[in-house]
Every structure is written in C-alpha cells, then in structure tokens.
C-alpha cells in the first residue's frame, strides 16, 4: 500500500492526538519514502493546529476558574486569570501604583521622619525680645552683610524634638544669598555638619524633602534654638534680603494635650 494510502484518513480523524503525529513524523524520517518531506510538512501543520487548540482550551479553563466563588478555581487560591488581572491593572493604573517600577507597590512620599504625635513650626525672632518673624538682613556690595543672631521662643508647655530647619527667602535685589551658620538647640554643639556657612537655599521649606541635620535632639524649656544668619548681595548691589525662618519640631508630649498620638498627618 502506498504511503499516501497510509497516511490518506489521518487529516480526517477527529481523535487524533500529538503521540500519534509524533510516531508518524519519526516513520517517514526513518524509511523516507517518496514524498515523505510533503508528508511531514502536512503533518507538522496538524501538530501546530493541535497545539494551539491545547492551548485555548487550558486558558479558557483559567478564565473560568478566575470567576469568583467557583470551587477550586484560581479565585479559590488568591491567583486570578490573566485577562482579569489586565482588566483591573490598565496601563494608567500600573503607572499611578508604579507597577512598572523596581518598588512593585504604592508610592509613598513624605518629607520628615515618621513621628509619633504633631508636626509644628516655631518661627525664630531678632533677639531682644523681637515678636516679628520677618527678619531684614542688611547687605554690602559684593561680599557679606553683618550676621544676625535669632532664637525661638520658649515652649514651656511642651516636650519637643528638633526634626528640621526651614527657610524661606524675600531678597529686595536678584541673586542675593542668604547663609547661615552656628545652628544650636540650648548650648548644643553646632547641629550643622562644619562650622562654616551653609546655604539657605538649601533649607527652603519649598524643597521636597527637609535638609538633614547633624542631630535631631529633644528641646525641653527653658532652652531653645539658636542661629546666626546673614546675606551675601552681587557687587553692584547693596540692598536688604527679607527672611524667615522656622524650627519643626514633633511634640513628644503636651502639658494640656498628653503625649503625642499616631495618626496619617505624622507619618
């Protein structure tokens, strides 16, 4: 009987399974009869259509086991189908949750260390007994003005935790640069990094994140924070630089209040 004969009511069967392909396919690679590649290229296409149907019917299956409420479903097991987790995680929603991301979760932002109670500012003052928080820091020409001493107030009510310096600048004249420096909490040693200046524009309560600080240490009355500020003006100009600047602080306890609580606004 001729090959083609042989092979002649394969293409028909319906119960045709990939063994059966295989076998066949080994058959004509061993004897090669005369038109065996024809053969084997008919026979490599049955193969493909029945992977393919293989592979309908297995995500059908997960489809309907991601409904939920099915027993013994994916749904049962905590693992959904795929085409319900593309539903729910669009292109839009992965790139709000940054799903594409190396973090694989929520975003989170926040700008100070987590505390355990209120986040407040307490703004700095001339010393003297000054009760404005604008402070005018005069300027020379080219090089630095005079420096200026400030200091908070103190909270005698509260128990509090220095947990950053902020800054906010109003120069009369373009370019004019305000600095700092000899950053202290009740005779602490100076809690900038070096003795020198440091800029305030690195302090600005318009940053991202607060500037770090050498320490974080907790200020109880009667002390209280201590600074020395002063502005450097560009050559042709000599004018006033307007600045403000505030101690945020976490109370750890109030005297009226009791102790700090957690909450979503500390974190």
């Known amino acids: 009987m001729a090959h083609e004969d042989i092979y002649a009511g394969l293409f028909q069967r319906k119960a045709i399974s990939l063994g059966d392909i295989e076998s066949r396919i080994e058959h004509l690679i061993d004897k090669r009869p005369v038109g065996w590649k024809g053969h084997i290229v008919k026979l490599n296409a049955v193969r493909d259509a029945l992977i393919a149907k293989a592979a309908a019917r297995k995500g059908a299956a997960l489809a309907a086991g991601s409904i939920p409420g099915v027993a013994g479903g994916l749904a049962a097991s905590g693992i959904r189908g795929m085409d319900v987790v593309e539903h729910e995680f669009t292109p839009e929603v992965m790139r709000n949750y940054n799903l594409e991301g190396a973090a694989q979760g929520l975003r989170q932002f926040s700008v ?92 600005d309560t318009d940053k991202e994140q607060y500037a770090g600080l050498r320490a974080y240490p907790v200020l109880i009355s009667p002390n209280v924070s201590e600074v020395d500020v002063a502005t450097f003006a560009p050559v042709l100009s000599a004018a006033a630089n307007y600045v403000a600047l505030s101690l945020v602080t976490e109370v750890l306890r109030d005297d009226a209040f009791g102790p700090g609580l957690p909450g979503a606004y500390a974190r």
């Open 112 to 203: 100070a260390p987590p505390g355990s109670g209120r986040l407040v500012p307490i703004s700095f003052y001339l010393t003297g007994g000054s009760t404005t928080p604008i402070i005018t820091l005069p300027s020379v020409a080219g090089g630095l003005g005079a420096f200026s001493a400030l200091v908070t107030t103190p909270v005698n009510w509260a128990v509090l935790r220095l947990v950053a310096l902020t800054t906010q600048q109003y120069p009369a004249v373009a370019n004019a640069i305000g600095v700092m420096q000899d950053f202290k909490i009740g005779g602490s040693p100076n809690l900038f990094l070096y003795e020198t200046n440091v800029l305030m524009d690195d302090y």
